[in-house]
């Protein structure tokens, strides 16, 4: 069993910064691409930021306002939201590729948490 759980979100107004925080616990061997998806009101689930042991990927709209790091020792994946904008608003997940038991790979989601940018 593998659970993701994130922390971090809440109400700021535009301009201002949030960090989410992501930690995976229970039967893990190995962690590879870990990222961030979002979610708002009507619209499909997006990749925000994705994190792998060769780079990261950014989408094309939070370039230069968000930054995806991870600390391996502590199975944990942040996303750092600068600029934050009303249109960043959305609840936002966080999604990993485990190597966990019976030896294979699977994939996990997170519960989500809530982001919300006031104009």
């Known amino acids: 069993q593998v659970q993701l759980v994130e922390s971090g979100g809440g109400l700021v107004q535009a301009g201002g910064s949030l960090r989410l925080s992501c930690a995976a616990s229970?039967?893990?061997?190995?962690?590879?691409?870990m990222g961030w998806y979002r979610q708002a009101p009507g619209k499909q689930r997006e990749l925000v930021a994705s994190i792998t042991s060769s780079g990261r990927d950014y989408k094309d709209s939070v370039k230069d306002r968000f930054t995806i790091s991870r600390d391996n020792a502590k199975n944990t994946v942040y996303l750092q939201m600068n600029s934050l904008k009303p249109e960043d608003t959305a609840v936002y997940y966080c999604?990993?590729?485990?190597?966990?038991?019976?030896?294979?790979?699977?994939?996990?989601w997170g519960q989500g948490t809530q982001v919300t940018v006031s104009s």
């Open positions: 999604n990993a590729d485990v190597f966990t038991d019976p030896r294979r790979w699977l994939n996990y």
């Open positions: 229970g039967r893990i061997f190995r962690l590879d691409t």
